[in-house]
């Protein structure tokens, strides 16, 4: 449920813009769902407060959002600590959305519900272990969700994993200590039409929980194209921009 807005000041502005926001995407995803013949509890919103001060995470919470997604390590870790003694009563669930370095594994561990951008074995590896020395140390409760970032179109610099080596990889989750195959994740191809990649993505999901029907979540659709993840089965979007407005900072 939301609190109240307090009116007044530049805070009270902004808790006001993002609410207004907030509540059109709402609508707007709403709509999604209906008119791709889903119910809408089959979709999540997660909010990405990516170069986002720790001030618009707590407005966010206050209007009922519990779960935040973040990019950067280096930028997560303090925001997440900032904001712990918030939400003793009811924690957030902080997802880990973009490219993660296998050196920031043990920091991620630490905070992270789940993180939608593994694509290689290594990556894994790393994360199993920092994930069991966080359960064992009693810095965490529960296993690390694992989404597999797959490359539609090969281009494997912009992240994410061949489609010719997903299985392994997912082999590679399933077998891993600390680590829980929770679904899929992709980002289309810069310039590609949103209905074609995300029918594709929805494709390569279907042949993934053939081997692996644990692996349910599909994370897909931001801003510009969630509509389409919708129709193709996405069960998360990720939008930023349409919440809390352009970036504030630059990425480095």
Known sequence: ??????????????????????TTVRERLRRACVDAGRTPAEVALLPVTKFFPASDVRILYRLGCRDFGESREQDASPKVADTAEDFLADPPRWHMIGHLQRNKAKSVAAWAHSIHSVDSARLVAALSKATTSALDEGARRSELDVLLQVSLDGDVHRGGVERDELHELAEAVSNAAGLRLAGLMAVPPLDAEPEAAFADLENLHHRLLLDHPEALELSAGMTGDLEAAVRHGSTCVRVGTAILGARPITSQ
């Open 1 to 22: 449920m939301s609190e109240p807005i307090e009116d007044g000041g530049p805070v009270a502005d902004r808790a006001i813009e993002i609410e207004t926001a907030l």
